[in-house]
């Protein structure tokens, strides 16, 4: 698994590749939110068009990003699910926790509703 950051403005864009199957790979993806948080970033959006596959150590880190952002005031948004990871969403009922979008562009862009 592969993160690319970048900053929109106020929001980091960070889009994964490869698998989140759980591993100190995974837990990489909350690290680097942490350190984004300690800078003051606490916009994310995670861009998943590129991520294969996803377990339930993917999907955890992705709730405790998002956990910890909200407790700063923040949020995590996702962009680009595949079909299989968001009936894993829908199936784990985690999809009421996430604001999901068919593009980084409108994730962005929700932002400044």
């Not at 889009?15 to 837990?27: A, D, Q, V």
């Not at 407790?71 to 009936?87: D, F, P, Q, R």
């Not at 009421?96 to 562009?105: A, M």
């Amino acid at each position: 698994m592969k993160i690319k950051e970048q900053m929109e403005k106020d929001v980091a864009v960070l889009t994964i590749s490869g698998n989140m199957m759980g591993g100190p790979e995974t837990s990489e993806l909350h690290e680097k939110i942490k350190s984004l948080m300690s800078d003051g970033v606490t916009k994310v959006v995670v861009d998943l068009g590129k991520v294969k596959w996803m377990n339930s150590s993917g999907l955890g880190v992705l709730m405790a990003s998002w956990g910890s952002l909200r407790k700063e005031g923040g949020n995590l948004k996702l962009a680009n699910i595949s079909e299989k990871i968001n009936s894993l969403l829908m199936i784990t009922q985690l999809m009421q926790f996430f604001e999901t979008y068919q593009s980084v562009d409108r994730a962005l862009a929700s932002f400044n509703e």
